[in-house]
């Protein structure tokens, strides 16, 4: 049974930094892809972030160049290093198994970041 656990998001002004972790268990990461998504108000989910099991990453046009994924297989968990935030990054993130939203059957409870101008 799937379980994620995202933690690490919360206030910060624009230009800051915040590094969010994500937990899993019953996911091998050493052979799972994940993603980092994110939900604004009154806006779709999307995907911010993703890593294979063979470390490839892929970035959401937004965010290239500012947030960075990572994973370490033997303490099962993925992170995300965001830095210079912006307003528009204020959003709950999840983290999940999978790389297409579509596919994706089970979220974590997500975190909030909150990006003030």
Same mark, same amino acid.
């Given at each position: ?6 933690? #690490?998001?919360? $206030?910060?002004?624009? #230009?800051?930094?915040?590094? $969010?972790? =994500? /937990? ?9 892809? @994940? #993603? *980092? ?10 995907? /911010? ?5 063979? #470390?490839?990453? &892929?970035?959401?046009? %937004? ?7 990572? !994973?370490? &297989? ?7 290093? @965001? &830095? ?10 999840? =983290?999940? !198994? ?8 089970? *979220? ?7 990006? %003030?101008?």
């Amino acid at each position: 049974q799937v379980r994620l656990v995202e933690s #690490g998001g919360g $206030l910060v002004q624009a #230009g800051g930094s915040l590094r $969010l972790s =994500c /937990v899993a268990s019953g996911v091998l990461l050493s052979v799972a892809t @994940m #993603g *980092w998504y994110r939900q604004a108000p009154g806006k779709e989910r999307e995907l /911010v972030a993703s890593i294979t099991s063979d #470390g490839y990453t &892929n970035y959401a046009d %937004s965010v290239k160049g500012r947030f960075t994924i990572s !994973k370490d &297989n033997a303490k099962k968990t993925v992170y995300l290093q @965001m &830095n210079s935030l912006k307003p528009e990054d204020t959003a709950v993130y999840y =983290c999940a !198994k999978g790389a297409e939203i579509a596919t994706i059957n089970y *979220w974590g409870q997500g975190t909030q970041v909150t990006v %003030s101008s």
